[in-house]
């Protein structure tokens, strides 16, 4: 196996000519991929390509000479990022390659964000950029990227770029090692996973609810309900990673109707149904929408009820109309499930301070929640399970975690 280089050797080719010999180096072989399209490659690129970028804009549906006579550059990279994800997914499912490192800009990061999103989770990516110091979700989205940040522009060795690129250099070629490795050993018989949701306000249900799943023999990956959380949940079990989902915390979904900033999007609490993954949903949360410091919650806001969780995270209380509208939109998505599906409603709280005596403690709205969701699943096939406890009894967690053991047993009956 190998480590792919991927990146626009018309710009950087000495850069990779330098990555390309410190890799080697190390022991491991190189598969140079080229996803240039201003022109040949620069001076110092060293070898031809093993993948010229010809192939790459042929795998993206066009040639080359098409995209260079357009000159429209955004559609060139979509194009060439297009087609370095399916010829970097081909060659890992081949066993070519054990690890991928790419040095950009914004034009390369993205061509090899895109590339690297599309290799399973565990498969070493390392993306030196530029852009690597603002804001990294469109590089990262839901993968395992490992970002680093080049400090100065990819373009040429000096004396700040030298000690960064032997690091990316070095770094890859150990990750890489690593990863063969791990492919190499005989598969180990793992339980089977269930993914869950938590956020702080949940962590004693979802705590419980694990040990019990542990108990029952499953391994358990918990997902932090802060957007990037649930969107890397939802993709992972697209993936096909899950035999359940104990998806407790649905408080993401407050952000996105209400306008908070740790939205997962409007495809939460999809993929489950979609794939028919045995699932058992709560109202973890949606008492609560998230903003940063208190000074950056939104102006319209201000006369709401607000608790600084700290100083980096403000709280706001949902309201009974907006409550109704979440609980409509949960019971909606639950209802569209194609798999078996468990709803627990906590009528006793949906958060730790949500309770009686807490600052969020709002028996009205909640009733808006209950009374929207219990509406929207009315008739179908979602089984509904009510208990006075709020979600952090660990009776009502227990509970939860034993209904999708059994729908996961009836499922692989």
Known sequence: MAVLLLGTLDTKGAEYAFV???VTAAGQEVVLLDAGVMGDPAPGAGPVPDIGAEAVAEAGGTSLDRLRSDGDRGAALGVMAAGAAKIVRDLWERGRVSGVLALGGSGGSSIAAAAM???????????????????????VGQSDVTLMY????????????????GNAAAAIAAMAAACDARRREAPRGDRPLVAATMFGVTTPAVNAA???????????????????????????VRDGY????????????????????????????????AAGVPQVVSLGAVDMVNFGPVESVPERFGQRRLLVHNPTVTLMRTTARECAAIGREIGA??????????????????????????????????????????????????????????????????????????LIQKGAA
């Open 20 to 22: 390309r010999d410190l």
């Open 117 to 139: 999103a599309a290799l399973p989770v565990g498969v070493p990516k390392l993306l030196v950029s530029t852009m690597a110091s603002g804001d990294v979700t469109p590089y």
């Open 150 to 165: 080049s400090v100065v522009d990819v373009a040429g060795i000096n004396a700040i770029s030298r000690p960064i690129l």
């Open 210 to 236: 694990r040990a019990r799943l542990e108990e029952l023999g499953y391994e358990v990956v918990v997902f932090h309900a802060t957007g990037s959380g649930g969107r890397a949940m939802e993709a992972l």
């Open 242 to 273: 899950f035999a359940g989902v104990l998806d407790l915390t649905t408080t993401e979904l407050a952000d996105e109707l209400v306008g908070g900033v740790l939205s997962a999007g409007p495809g939460r609490l999809t993929a489950a149904g």
């Open 333 to 406: 998505k639950l209802a569209a499930a194609t798999g078996p599906v468990a709803l627990f409603v906590p009528r006793g709280g949906v958060s730790a301070v949500d309770v009686a005596g807490g600052p969020f403690h709002d028996p009205e709205a909640d009733a808006a929640c209950f009374a929207a969701v219990l509406e929207s699943v009315a008739g179908g096939d979602v089984q509904v399970v009510e208990s006075e406890d709020d979600i952090n009894q660990p009776r009502f967690a227990v509970a939860a975690a034993d209904r999708l053991h059994e």
